[in-house]
């Protein structure tokens, strides 16, 4: 069992940058890929970023990549997502999810409650 809880996410104007984190609990943190996915006021939840257990292998939506930068720290069961040169469309809800590496919601067995982010154009 793995327990999720972000932070960090706030209102910020379009062209900055917000970094947001995902505490998890239990000691089987660094078994699972982790990822953030983001769903957007009558938008499907989707997929923006992924990493592997041991950080060799990461995975970003098109719509992030080259803006967003996932990482983890291991040792102390937390993913962050850095998210610079924001934009309006980056606008929702943000959720941090752990499983096996895909860009599909199904893949991951454990989710937080979720932090806004809201990008003010």
């Known amino acids: 069992q793995v327990q999720l809880v972000e932070s960090g996410g706030g209102l910020v104007q379009a062209g900055g940058s917000l970094r947001l984190s995902c505490a998890a609990s239990g000691r089987t943190f660094s078994t699972y890929t982790m990822a953030w996915f983001r769903q957007a006021p009558g938008k499907e939840r989707e997929f923006a970023a992924a990493i592997s257990r041991s950080s060799s292998t990461t995975a970003y939506a098109d719509s992030v990549k080259g803006r967003f930068t996932i990482s983890r720290d291991n040792a102390k069961n937390t993913v962050y997502l850095q998210m610079n040169s924001l934009k309006a469309e980056d606008t929702a809800v943000y959720y941090c999810?752990?499983?096996?590496?895909?860009?599909?919601?199904?893949?991951?067995?454990?989710w937080g409650q979720g932090t806004q982010v809201t990008v003010s154009s």
């Open positions: 999810a752990a499983g096996r590496m895909g860009a599909g919601p199904s893949l991951y067995d454990y």
